[in-house]
């Protein structure tokens, strides 16, 4: 069992890395966002215009992050993990 795990070691640990920084990148784009939604309630629409669509950004990129790199590696360690 413990040669196992010393295998997908290295697996496990992009799955803590690229998991906190999805989580990393989702929190600053909710911030982002907020950020926007404030600022256009103030009057500033252009600025809010722009941080809305740089949070959006920063969203798409963590969701793409979690779909590209996160879930075949999770994949991959259940499959190992059932042999």
């Known amino acids: 069992m413990l040669s196992t795990v010393m295998?997908?070691?290295p697996e496990i640990l992009q799955v803590l890395f690229f998991s906190s920084v999805s989580v990393g990148?989702?929190?600053g784009?909710?911030?982002?966002?907020?950020?926007?939604?404030?600022t256009f309630q103030a009057g500033d629409t252009a600025l809010a215009a722009w941080a809305?669509?740089?949070g959006a950004v920063v969203l798409a990129f963590a969701y793409h992050l979690l779909q590209a790199n996160l879930a075949?590696?999770?994949?991959?360690?259940?499959?190992?993990?059932?042999?």
């Not at 784009?29 to 404030?38: N, Q």
């Not at 075949?72 to 042999?83: E, F, H, Q, S, W």
Request: charged letters at 25%.
């Open 72 to 83: 075949p590696t999770v994949r991959g360690i259940k499959n190992r993990l059932a042999r």
């Open 7 to 9: 295998e997908i070691l």
């Open 25 to 27: 990148l989702s929190v």
């Open 29 to 38: 784009g909710v911030y982002i966002e907020r950020f926007a939604m404030t």
């Open 52 to 54: 809305a669509v740089l």
